[in-house]
């Protein structure tokens, strides 16, 4: 008999930007709603490039701890003056707040509420737990547990942030399973010994080519969360 | 017009043992299936006599932060040298597991979800992430978030965990309402800052009378979590 991928796994760490929720028709439909008469999907796309690149100078050292609304507030100034808008405080409020709905893909809150019938779900995210709170809230959630970088102090792909959850679920990574549509989240957690799953998001950039269509490596390949919850045998 | 008692309340911070659960049903069964021929009421109720003083002792920086479950294991040792008891490992691990699966009272699971239609709704608890969420799985509490000791390293009542679950909210304290069983409990909340409210449990300690019957201090004081949810027009 071959081991199953999954054998062991107690506790699913789900990312949520991207993962489980569609940031690209949200945050356009922000900018859109915020700023008319602009490409909104062209500055979803910019503000959504400097994410990663401002959360890895936090972890290099190089800025101090900050949250993430904090962050997102600071890369969304940049791209209003790369666009050349002027932004109003409500504006930049409301844009930022804007993470905090965006849409739940179709598949999410009904994929995770099957596959919590079988193992521990939580959010692992670089959301704040209150962002990541509202979020479950907007779209029916159903989390056990919800893993915001703030209880940690870190941002993926720090260690910090995936073996702490293992360690608050008093399991061993391996007991653990990434799951993410973005491989170097999972790659990651992978070095850290957690399992992997990626999930397909091809219109995460909005319809956009996404180059990110995940490696061999992972132990499960799923085309969305309802697939997920199939290939677990939920 | 008078102000409400929950105008401006965002956050509700519940009580776990006792408030939300029937820990005298749970322990008391577990003891008695076993250790047979014992008086498992008295010993459950011993047992729970030593929760608040070893806390405290953490607290008083006397012993240093250790997790709920490890000073459980110690008050049980205790109290089977007390009764005369010699514990087996697996007897010993059974029981301190046991407070993962006691029974919600009744009115609970639907008292928290209707109360989550208007509010956010965490435990607060001096469990751990790992124990409350086993908890709530067995329980069907449908918690916004699991707030364990384990994430400020503090037990209460002290100031970190009721302060550091409205900073994670990102809400002052006065917006967060402690709801307990405990008046030692809500007072200590209320010298922080945040609101209360009083819940009866009249059966807490298996019929045995209990003292703790909720000062005129809260904000309010419910029969039970439906009570509290029809005062707070949810």
Chains 1, 2 share one sequence.
Request: with cysteine; glycine share 10%; charged share 25%.
């Amino acid at each position: 008999m071959t081991r199953s991928p999954v054998d062991g796994v107690r506790v699913l760490a789900f990312d949520t930007f991207g993962t489980v929720t569609d940031w690209f028709t949200g945050i356009s439909g922000a900018v859109r709603a915020t700023i008319p008469g602009l490409d909104a999907g062209a500055f979803a796309r910019e503000w959504r490039r400097r994410y990663g690149p401002i959360l890895a100078r936090v972890e290099s050292g190089e800025i101090g701890w900050r949250r993430l609304d904090d962050l997102q507030t600071e890369t969304l100034h940049e791209v209003a003056d790369q666009f050349g808008v002027a932004l109003t405080e409500a504006a930049s409020t409301s844009l930022v707040r804007a993470w905090r709905t965006i849409p739940g893909w179709p598949d999410a809150a009904p994929g995770i509420r099957r596959l919590k019938g079988r193992f521990v779900v939580c959010a692992l995210s670089n959301g704040t737990v209150a962002l990541l709170t509202d979020m479950a809230r907007h779209n029916g959630f159903d989390w056990d547990f919800v893993g915001g970088s703030d209880l940690w102090g870190h941002y993926k792909p720090a260690r910090e942030t995936y073996c702490g959850l293992a360690a608050l679920f008093e399991v061993e990574p391996a007991e653990v399973m990434m799951v993410a549509t973005h491989q170097g989240d999972l790659d990651a957690a992978r070095s850290f010994g957690l399992r992997t799953a990626f999930v397909e998001r091809p219109l995460e950039w909005g319809g956009e080519e996404k180059d990110d269509t995940g490696s061999a490596d992972n132990d499960v390949h799923a085309t969305d969360l309802c697939d997920l919850a199939d290939q677990l045998g939920c």
